[in-house]
């Protein structure tokens, strides 16, 4: 099966500053890795995802990258602010598995004034 | 529209005791999901359904059983809890495409 390591576990940036996660996934047959932001006490959310046949994907102050080759993706937030903070998680999915997602162990990103 | 919605809220339960969890989507997604999510250990799949009639297992399936009579409602049975499944249970849902998977506000179980 598949096998998804997200590092740092915790991150504590400035504001303004950027912010950026890593995952590395096991499986070269997966095909989407979306990314979801868990605020405290609250259900996780879709913020952006990619697919495997494009290399980045952008959405304002947030960004995917994937390299297929090495099997990692990376999460960027750019000016990040205070409500930025939240646990992201990052996910993968194997073609033919269905929908099922494979997990991060997620990061806790802290935006600090 | 609700979406997805989970019963209860937050349960203490003794060990032993058999307890359902309740899950309920009205954007007609044919598949759901169950997921268990532990401090440090991130969201670990359950079981899930592709569509309703069919079921199967995930990453931890043991201790758990589900259902999916319909399109709505996907249960998790806990048939005779242990204090290892102290956690916060998660039910998702999803379409074919989109195939972004929605996910419901979440169940507090604790397990004494």
């Known amino acids: 099966g598949e096998n998804v390591e997200q590092h740092p576990s915790t991150l504590s940036v400035q504001e303004g500053d950027s912010a950026v996660i890593k995952c590395t996934y096991s499986?070269?047959?997966?095909?989407?890795f979306p990314w979801y932001k868990q605020e405290l006490g609250k259900r996780p959310q879709l913020i952006i995802d990619?697919?495997?046949?494009?290399g980045e994907k952008k959405d304002q102050r947030i960004a995917v990258t994937l390299n297929k080759t090495a099997k990692h993706f990376s999460l960027h937030i750019t000016e990040t602010q205070p409500e930025d903070s939240a646990v992201y998680f990052c996910?993968?999915?194997?073609?033919?598995?269905?929908?099922?997602?494979?997990f991060g162990t997620g990061t806790q990103l802290k935006v600090e004034l | 529209i609700a979406g997805i919605t989970q019963a209860p809220t937050s349960q203490i339960l003794a060990a032993g005791r058999r307890m359902t969890l309740r899950c309920t989507q009205d954007?007609?997604?044919?598949?759901m999901y169950w997921y268990r999510q532990d401090l440090g250990l991130g969201l670990r799949l359950i079981h899930y359904?592709?569509?309703?009639?069919?079921?199967g297992k995930g990453e931890v399936p043991d201790g758990y059983s589900v259902s999916r009579a319909n399109t709505d409602d996907f249960p998790l049975t806990l048939a005779s809890a242990v204090p290892s499944q102290t956690s916060v249970y998660f039910c998702?849902?999803?379409?074919?495409?989109?195939?972004?998977?929605?996910f419901g506000p979440g169940t507090r179980l604790t397990v004494l």
């Open positions: 998702a849902s999803s379409d074919e495409a989109p195939d972004t998977q929605y």
């Open positions: 499986d070269s047959a997966s095909n989407y």
């Open positions: 990619i697919r495997s046949n494009v």
């Open positions: 996910a993968a999915r194997l073609t033919g598995g269905g929908n099922k997602l494979t």
């Open positions: 954007m007609r997604h044919n598949a």
């Open positions: 359904s592709n569509t309703a009639g069919t079921t």
